[in-house]
Nanobody, 119 residues
Framework: QVQLVESGGGLVQAGGSLRLSCAASGSIFSINAMGWYRQAPGKQRELVAVIGSDGSTNYANSVKGRFTISRDNAKNTVYLQMNSLKPEDTAVYYC?????????????WGQGTQVTVSS
């Protein structure tokens, strides 16, 4: 069983910044990637950013240049620095951990943290 504990969400004005953290614990054996997804009311969950075990990153076009994902491998923790926030960034942000024990991949999710950006 994997536990993902997220923190750092909240209410911020447009143009402001927030930093999300997600710490993984429990049955950690071989992390492929850690990432952040978000889901706004009435919309599907979407990828925000992901970081691989080799440090490679991938971002949604809507957040490129504003958000930065990073990870501390020693702490099994992933961060999302969000700058220049916009009202359309308002959503519940979910942490995701992907592990692999070939040939099987395992995906774990956090409980979500609310980010609200006021105009």
């Amino acid at each position: 069983q994997v536990q993902l504990v997220e923190s750092g969400g909240g209410l911020v004005q447009a143009g402001g910044s927030l930093r999300l953290s997600c710490a993984a614990s429990g049955s950690i054996f071989s992390i492929n990637a850690m990432g952040w997804y978000r889901q706004a009311p009435g919309k599907q969950r979407e990828l925000v950013a992901v970081i691989g075990s080799d440090g490679s990153t991938n971002y949604a076009n809507s957040v490129k240049g504003r958000f930065t994902i990073s990870r501390d491998n020693a702490k099994n923790t992933v961060y999302l620095q969000m700058n220049s926030l916009k009202p359309e960034d308002t959503a519940v942000y979910y942490c995701n951990l992907e592990q692999q024990k070939p040939p099987t991949k395992y995906s774990s999710w956090g409980q979500g943290t609310q980010v609200t950006v006021s105009s």
